[in-house]
C-alpha cells in the first residue's frame, strides 16, 4: 500500500515501483507570502502594483516556488515590503520546515490521484528514455515532425502535471512519438517499457524528493550569497504618493469595463457599467476587462478586472488578452525555447502560439486590479 509524508514523498510497498514527489514543482520555496502579509498586502495583486519591474505572472510564480528569484528581484520584492533580502529566503534544513504546510496555501484543494501521478512520472521517464536512445530525436525534431513544443516537451518530460490535464494536441503528439493509436496503448507502451526496466535510472531525476532537497539548498545558498556579496543597498519603505499642496486635483481617467462569462473561459465583450482607473501607461484604446473566472488559476481570481491596452503588445513574462471573435480571452505569455510567444490559459488547459495571431487580435494587459 502507498504511504505518503508531510515531505512530501510516496514510496509504493511493491518493490520496483518508482517514488512519486507532489512537490517536484517547487523549486523555491520562501518567505515571500508570509512576509508579504505580514507587511500589509493581503494580496499578491496589490504587492505587485508596487513592482512593476517584475511582471505579475512571475511574481506569482516566485511566491509559489515554482521558479527561483534572482537576486535583484528579491532585492524589488524586500524593498516594496521595508524589509532585507536576506528575510525572503528560508532554511528549508531547519527541524520545523515542512514542504507540505509551506505548499498547503496554494493547493487547489483536489484530491490527489496516485495513480495518475504515478502515471505521469513513468511517462516522464519514458520520454527521457527515448529521446536519450534515439540521438536523431532531438528538441527541434520533436517539434518539427511530432508537433510538440520545447516548453511541453520539458513539462511532459518532468511530470508536471497528470496526463489527463494536457489538451488534445499534446496528448497527439506523445501517440505519434511513442507509435501507438490512443491513450490505452500509451499506458500500455509506458508500463512495458517501464517493466523491462528501461526507465529506472531516468526515475530518480524526475521525482526524488531528496535530489531536490539538495537542489533547492544550493540555489538558497547561492541565493544568500549573491545577496551578501553585493554591496548593501538602501532598503526604501513603500512609496506613498503625496497629495499637492495647492491646485486642483487631476482628475482620474476611467476606463469602461467589459466582460460577462462565456463557456470555454472565453470573456464577453459586454458593458457591465462599471469603470476602473487607467494606468499612466495605458493608451487611448485601453479597456478594463472583468475576470469572470479564474481562468489563469487562484492567482488571479474571478472578481479581478485587468486593464488591456490594444496598441501595446503582449510581453513574455506578462499577460494578454486574445479577441476571438466577439469575446476575449486570457493568457499567461511564456517564451519558449526557440523564442517564440506562447499563451496559456489554466481553465480551460490549453496554449496559442501568439506569434501566429493578428497582432490587432492582441493586447497587452497593462495592470490587474483586485475588487
Known sequence: MASANGKGKMRSGTAGEPMIDFYRAIVFPNHVRDQRQRHGFAKLLRLSANI??????????????????????????????????????LDIDAPDFDIAVWALPFSDGAEIDLTEERFAVLLGAALRARRTLDPALTIAAIERDFGLPPVNLSRVENAQKPFSRWNSAVRDSLFALFGVADEAALRRDVEQRHAAGQLTSFLAGIANPEARHARTREKIAELAAALEAEPAQPISARAVLPLPA???????HLLPVYGAPRPNGLIGH?????????????GPRAFGLKVSRATLGGGLPAQSTVVADPDRLPMPGGLAALREGEDWRLLSVASSRDGR??????????????????????????????L
Request: charged fraction near 20%.
Open 246 to 252: 495647492s491646485g486642483p486635483v487631476a482628475a482620474l
Open 270 to 282: 459586454q458593458p457591465t457599467g462599471e469603470t476602473v482607473e487607467a494606468p499612466h501607461i495605458a
Open 341 to 370: 510567444m506562447i499563451g496559456y490559459s489554466v481553465n480551460p488547459d490549453m496554449e496559442v502560439a501568439l506569434d501566429d495571431c493578428d497582432p490587432a487580435s492582441l493586447a497587452a494587459i497593462v495592470s490587474a486590479v483586485f
Open 52 to 89: 512593476p519591474e517584475i511582471p505579475y505572472i512571475r511574481l506569482s510564480k516566485i511566491e509559489r516556488g515554482e521558479v527561483v528569484a534572482r537576486p535583484d528581484e528579491l532585492r524589488r520584492i524586500a524593498a516594496a515590503l521595508g524589509i532585507a533580502p536576506a528575510d525572503l529566503l
